[in-house]
């Protein structure tokens, strides 16, 4: 399999699932753009490991919440790449809570990075990709979208609405060869879960039909199918890999 000529935008790429996306999609010899929030020396070892799979690379700082700032970074990988053909929104935070305790900060924070990034994101990158009339788009929702979590009201909004926004897109890109999917991993082992209680931890495997967590790059392997140019008529559907949890 191919991505030779393709040029990818994945953002959160320093660490977690991002990264593993990077890795998967230089492997395949894609160019791979991406983003972080802060830790910039996690982007730069993703970047590293990138090149030394052969692949051109390009690491940048942007707050998927911010508009200007992803103009930006779309700017630069036309500007280094002069296209781009695949868009991985991966960035995402939690900021967990009970419904009755949860600030209004903590709602508009996991918002505003999971679904209005995505968003951000899917507009900026759809100008280029329906002039190529080529373009494959593939965001990160989650179990938590599908079967809601207690503790994780804002989280699960912003995963639910991934899947309406990816659905709508799809249906809106389709006539310009451009594909609009979703992939839903259940509990992966990355820092996001890292800091959840052993116990918690024990609890969930007994949920999972697979009795394990998933790991970074079995989700990759999951947006790369996505990716492929071979996927094109695969649109506007949500793919959980998440070990049965969801079923
Ligand atoms: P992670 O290890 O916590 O990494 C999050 C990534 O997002 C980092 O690269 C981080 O950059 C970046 N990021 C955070 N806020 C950002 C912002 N405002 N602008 C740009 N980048 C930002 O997370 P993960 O576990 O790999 O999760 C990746 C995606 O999969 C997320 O969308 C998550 O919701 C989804 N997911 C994860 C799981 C799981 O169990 N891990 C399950 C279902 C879905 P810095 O490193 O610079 O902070």
Redesign the pocket.
């Given at each position: 399999m191919s991505l030779a000529e393709r040029v990818a935008v994945v953002?959160?790429?320093?660490?977690?699932?991002?990264r593993a996306v990077c890795l998967e999609l230089a492997r395949q010899k894609a160019c791979v753009v991406l983003?972080?929030?802060?830790?910039k020396s996690?982007?730069e070892e993703t970047a590293k490991a990138c090149e030394r799979l052969g692949a051109r690379v390009l690491a940048a700082q942007?707050?998927?919440?911010k508009e200007e700032e992803v103009q930006a970074l779309m700017a630069k990988a036309l500007s280094e790449f002069g296209r781009i053909d695949i868009l991985v929104n991966?960035?995402?935070?939690t900021r967990d809570g009970l419904l009755m305790t949860m600030k209004e900060e903590a709602f508009d924070q996991v918002v505003d990075?999971?679904l209005k990034?995505a968003f951000l994101c899917m507009k900026a990158a759809a100008r280029p990709m329906m002039r190529q009339r080529y373009g494959r788009i593939i965001n990160?929702?989650?179990?938590?979208g599908l079967r809601g979590n207690a503790g994780q009201v804002n989280y699960a909004a912003s995963?639910a609405g991934i899947i309406g926004m990816t659905k709508s897109a799809a249906r809106e890109l389709a006539s310009r060869g451009i594909t609009v999917n979703a992939v839903a991993?259940?509990?992966?082992e990355?820092?996001?879960?890292a800091g959840l209680p052993e116990q918690t931890k024990e609890a969930l495997k007994k949920e999972i039909p697979m009795g394990r967590l998933g790991s970074?790059r079995e989700i990759a392997q999951a947006v790369a199918f996505f990716a492929r140019e071979e996927s094109a008529y695969v649109t506007g559907q949500v793919l959980a890999v998440d070990g049965g949890m969801s079923m």
């Open positions: 953002t959160g790429g320093s660490r977690g699932i991002g983003c972080y929030a802060g830790r996690g982007a942007c707050d998927v919440a991966n960035a995402g935070i990075t999971n990034g990160l929702s989650s179990v938590v995963k991993p259940g509990f992966v990355t820092d996001m879960t970074a």
